[in-house]
């Protein structure tokens, strides 16, 4: 019998993912189904935010969907975005991804090779006079805010988008050996779906401090998490199927 392994987040669309190449070595039975799901805000209660897009020169966003949400709510509002705005993005992919919406061309973006928040600050910092208006998800802390106000850079924040929990059928099989999680929503997420849970023999990988904690607060025990040597939620997988045989 394989070994069922459930991975919260999205399916990769190409076969030739990682996850797939660990699933077929180790005849593991990969299931990616997200614990968390973004749905979009309307008009109205993005206007009751009290917040004005027009007027900032500049957009920081941290994710695809903080892209989606933004453009689809200027559009939503009749709101016409400048084609000298500046865009600063936490990632490269981040970054190419406003293609869809603005022209090459026309694009003025900035990013860390890193690929993390703390080091798109400094970027940011360089271009002081940009007054930043930051989309967020509902989900959001308070992270972002003190790094901005830490900077003294002028910004303004404001919920975009929705991350609520995504349902599981009520008749829906927990028989899985290992849960991977990715971030808090998804640990609330489990504990909303199946209240009764117990950990047990199950292993838990979780990626992120915060997802850790979340874990931990709701009496999970955190089996596997990203170390130098194991860098990625393939490799994580890979170290406890080997366990297995041996």
Not at 33 to 41: A, D, L, N, S, T
Not at 182 to 207: D, M, R, T
Not at 209 to 230: R, S, W
């Amino acid at each position: 019998m394989a070994t069922r392994i459930l991975v919260s987040q999205p399916k990769p669309q190409t076969e030739k993912s990682p996850y797939f190449e660990v699933a077929s070595k180790y005849n593991i039975d990969l299931v990616f189904h997200p614990f968390i799901k973004v749905e979009p805000m309307s008009a109205k209660d993005f206007r009751q935010q009290k917040v004005s897009i027009p007027g900032h020169t500049a957009i920081v966003f941290t994710s695809r969907h903080a892209i989606d949400h933004f453009f689809a709510l200027c559009k939503e509002l009749r709101v016409s975005i400048p084609d000298d705005m500046k865009y600063f993005c936490v990632s490269e992919q981040v970054s190419l991804y406003i293609q869809k919406y603005v022209q090459y061309r026309k694009r003025k973006n900035f990013f860390p090779e890193s690929g993390r928040m703390v080091d798109l600050i400094p970027l940011m910092v360089k271009h002081k006079v940009e007054k930043y208006f930051v989309p967020q998800s509902s989900a959001h802390n308070d992270d972002m805010k003190n790094m901005l106000d830490e900077a003294e850079l002028d910004h303004d924040e404001a919920v975009m988008y929705y991350t609520v929990p995504n349902d599981f059928a009520p008749d829906e099989k927990f028989d899985y050996n290992m849960l991977v999680f990715f971030s808090p929503e998804g640990i609330h997420s489990l504990v909303k779906n199946f209240p009764k849970f117990k950990q047990g023999k199950i292993k838990v990988a979780c990626l992120g401090t915060k997802t850790i904690k979340a874990a931990e607060e709701v009496g999970l025990h955190v089996d596997y998490q990203p170390t130098p040597e194991l860098r990625s939620v393939p490799a994580i997988i890979e170290a406890y199927a080997k366990t297995l045989k041996k």
